[in-house]
């Protein structure tokens, strides 16, 4: 049985090798330095994810970030090999999804609410694209983690360690292990349990401390009607929980960088209908529990899942993404096993009928998923569907109008990226490309402008920096552009660009030990690079 779930998995979302580097996979893979040699692993493993390209972020994934390394020293900048490496582990992770269904329910039963979960088109939004691999990984080892807790206790909490270390709510292992005991109807006592809350205690307390990056329990830059009220963050919570359950059952509208309004008040409906749901689901557990334990267990589970990115305890900055949900649909898988199992105990026409119907689910969900593959296709096949349902969408403008202009489509390009700005004039990347758009036309007064801008939004953005360097220095001001390749360096010193640009420019101004000094550093911080090299 395991084979055929590995196969299925396998081959509906064999179709993601055809697909590019995509959303996040440009700051995850694409131009992270640190996955470019091993003398960059501390970094990787100690830094946050997308540290290596020069920005900041809080997110921490080490384990993610360590399997993107062995890729690219594996397939280098091939996509379908990391593609390749993200379908195998779901394929691994479906076979665990049924392994752990398979200790509470039939081989059947358990197998087909395996399937659901796992070529559900939700896990196209972590399977599709490389970078999405988190969600994957940290299933993985939850599963294996569970299965190995009654034999091997320390095998089990080393998989808890590699779930947190590959996404965030992995710190919830403790919590799915006393649920998942629970379904089991034989729980151990908490003394068994206790290393793994001290597990996730200890991680809690990294990264608030050595691991806070920006600012772990707040991703907000400044306060905003979300950040001050818990109410608020609460009444929109409960929203969320009804649409996310939605999306399990009927995926319509299935979309990256969905936007969620802010609810302000219980008394508005989408706020209290979302709470008579949330709780009839779980007074429904209640009855459940006695009767139908695993069905029970799953509610909570789905419940309990979203907690990390609730923003009731973190304030992350985002209120919805549909991938969010992928987790706490094994809550619901636990709940479609049970009730096959109970409609297959039945025999006769219940049997068939819920056979012919969770088969009839099975093959939708997978043409379905094999459809939702392909939006992830490539950068324009992407963000043009975006586009579709998130249309007053600033980053969604701009992304599209990046992938115009390397598909040579400027004009279009440049009018994207001002309808962006229009829309919300908050990212310095916006103006960065819109003046990499107008640099190709040779305007470079104007893209010297919209570059000035972008540093002005951040200072610390030194691909910005990089090109007013380079256009000082073609313009003869040989000053400027050396104070510009210096603003680059302290931003990032991993770009060989800015050493070079540097010592370029202080061979302009006549300052040759400058230069071979400027060098020597650049050959420091990246020992390999061919281009630094002493002649």
Not at 310 to 316: E, F, G, K, M, R
Not at 456 to 484: C, T, V
Request: positive net charge; hydrophobic residues 55%.
């Amino acid at each position: 049985m395991s084979g055929l779930i590995a196969l299925a998995a396998l081959l509906v979302f064999a179709n993601c090798l055809l697909n590019a580097f995509v959303w996040d996979d440009e700051q995850f893979i694409v131009k992270n330095a640190f996955l470019g040699s091993p003398r960059f692993l501390l970094k990787l493993l100690t830094e946050n994810v997308v540290s290596g390209a020069g920005l900041v972020s809080n997110l921490y994934r080490p384990f993610q970030s360590l399997t993107h390394f062995f890729d690219v020293q594996l397939w280098g900048s091939r996509a379908w090999g990391h593609h390749l490496t993200t379908v195998l582990l779901h394929a691994a992770a479906s076979v665990a999804v049924f392994r752990l269904l398979a200790r509470l329910f039939a081989p059947w039963p358990a197998a087909l609410a395996a399937l659901l979960f796992s070529l559900h088109p939700l896990q196209s939004e972590a399977v599709a694209y490389t970078c999405g691999r988190g969600d994957t990984l940290a299933i993985l080892f939850l599963c294996l983690g569970l299965l190995a807790f009654r034999a091997r206790r320390g095998l089990s909490l080393a998989c808890a360690a590699l779930s947190v270390a590959s996404k965030e709510h992995g710190v919830l292992f403790p919590a799915f292990l006393f649920l998942y005991d629970r379904a089991l109807g034989r729980p151990a006592p908490f003394r068994r349990h206790l290393p793994f809350w001290l597990l996730s205690a200890g991680y809690i307390a990294a990264r608030l401390t050595v691991l806070n990056f920006k600012d772990t329990l707040n991703f907000y830059g400044q306060p905003n009607l979300l950040t001050e009220h818990v109410s608020v963050r609460l009444y929109t919570y409960l929203t969320t929980l009804a649409k996310g359950l939605l999306l399990w059952v009927w995926p319509a509208d299935l979309h990256h960088e969905r936007s969620w309004p802010v609810f302000t008040s219980l008394a508005i409906p989408q706020v209290w209908l979302s709470l008579l749901l949330v709780a009839a689901l779980l007074g429904w557990s209640l009855r459940l529990r006695a009767r139908s334990r695993p069905a029970a267990i799953g509610l909570w589970w789905f419940v309990i899942a979203t907690l990390p990115t609730s923003n009731l305890i973190v304030l992350i900055n985002a209120v919805f993404y549909d991938h969010w949900f992928i987790l706490p649909g094994l809550g619901l898988a636990m709940a479609a096993g049970q009730a096959l199992e109970r409609a297959f105990a039945r025999g006769g026409r219940v049997r068939g009928a819920a056979a012919a119907f969770s088969v009839g689910a099975v093959v939708a969900c997978a043409m379905l998923t094999v459809r939702a593959n392909g939006v992830w296709r490539d950068p324009i096949s992407l963000y043009t569907h975006i586009l579709f349902w998130e249309p007053r969408s600033a980053k969604i403008h701009n992304n599209l109008a990046m992938a115009y202009n390397e598909a040579g489509r400027e004009q279009e390009a440049i009018a994207l990226y001002q309808r962006a700005i229009a829309l919300s004039d908050a990212y310095p990347q916006t103006h960065h490309n819109l003046a990499n758009a107008y640099l190709r036309r040779g305007d470079e007064d104007r893209a010297l402008e919209e570059f000035g801008r972008a540093v002005a939004m951040d200072p610390h953005f030194h691909h910005s920096w990089l090109q007013i360097g380079a256009i000082r220095l073609k313009a003869g001001q040989p000053a400027a552009s050396a104070e510009a390749f210096a603003r680059a360096v302290h931003a990032y010193p991993y770009a060989a660009e800015a050493y070079l640009g540097l010592a370029e420019a202080y061979r302009a101004q006549g300052k040759p030990d400058a230069a071979r000094t400027v060098l020597a550093w650049g050959r420091a911080a990246l020992p390999d690079h061919p281009a630094l090299q002493a002649p």
